[in-house]
């Protein structure tokens, strides 16, 4: 846990970045304000022209002077620049992906000083290895390192609990919980070549991923309640939602897998290094409200044509990925393969302004757990629906979490466990910061509840 005598409350790595430019805007609304625990902040990057011009745009955007904003020539590939750079922080937000490429350098200068680590990462593999990797020096140098603190994956995480809390009764059982993003703009949508690069190079490693996970221990897993899921229609027609859908291969459901086994073997949640009784008695009633499911998520649309697109889409990538050529015509022309969805530019001004996202968690589950008849072979008989909804989820909506978990981290460190690598469901869902993107434009809002027949 790094002192508060550092130099910088918090460093965003990759400040001039495509989403890093957006996370210094986000962080210049909090800085030295009334009641928040930001009051110095720095940027970091290889490029000090560009770092400046961010500076400059940041301030336009904002209106907010930014003089006195320090600037850190960082290159991940410098041991030494970038052990810098967190020796000199107490939070490091590292926005410089792929992750797999330029990540692990950024932890483990975090880890080696005790400087906490947040980043907007969705790589799977990425993230496992650090915890598999770092884990146990970290909780030693009191470095608290967690990963997928954007739209990857909080929105998962804090979505299925919220789901999982509407399930009041102690003799309800919620079995699973589907995740229906739609992703939405009354422009055209355009996305972070960053995300697609770290995709196709995700696929590359699939294979590898699979069989590292298996030479690691097992997790423990949570006792769910009844049968798991069948395996459905790769395309499927959510009637009730009035939408398309096709399962995504994203992070956000091993995320939210590790948080639940996290939470089978601490049942009350993570003890804080020095947490105060009334977070002690808060974190261990948000826990006892929350029940585990089996969770995924599906991308979706209410046109048909555009979830054939998104198929469309992931059958180049699974088919070019896994070769060296493949992946090169992949990345070298990413317009022609997404269909228009990615360009190496990204998204302008309007097109960021004009999207946005919502999310519907649809929750399936058991009225009475205790009734005679064992729940292994019945069918689910309740339905519970709730939805988050924000603006555009690159660019605006990751920014405003990634920002609001820091704070939290500033603010209430003495909450969260000395050190180590974890998912951040395990760490934040106690925490305020659902509340805090409500008041920052993320709504989280309960739809509707009903009974199953036995044909649903």
Known sequence: MAEKNRKYDIVILGASGFTGKYVLREALKFLDTPGSPLKSLAIAGRDHKKLSQTLSWASTQTAIPTPNIPIIIVDTGSRSSVFEMASQARVVLNCVGPFRLHGEPVVRACVETGCDYLDICGEPEFMERVEAVYHDEALEKGSLVICACGFDSIPAELGLMFNSRQWVSPKEALNKVEAYLSLESDMKLVGNFGTYESAVLGIANADELINWRKTRPRRPRPQIPGPPPQKGPTLEHQKGLGLWAVKLPSADAGVVRRTLSALTKNPSGLPGVNESP??????????????????????????LLATLRHITIGIFIGLLGTSSWGRSLLLKFPSIFTLGWFNRKGPNEDEVNSASFKMWFVGQGFKDKSSKAGLENRVPDTEIITRIMGPESGYIATPI???????????????????????????????DLQERLQQNGISFDFISRRSLSSRE
């Open 278 to 303: 009334d977070y002690i008695t808060r974190r261990e009633k948000f826990w006892a409200t929350v029940k585990p499911a089996h969770f995924c998520v599906k991308i979706a649309n209410k046109s």
């Open 401 to 431: 979490i990634l920002v609001q978990s820091a704070l939290i981290t500033l603010s209430q460190r003495g909450n969260f466990p000395k050190g180590g690598v974890f998912p951040p469901g395990i760490v934040f869902g106690p925490t």
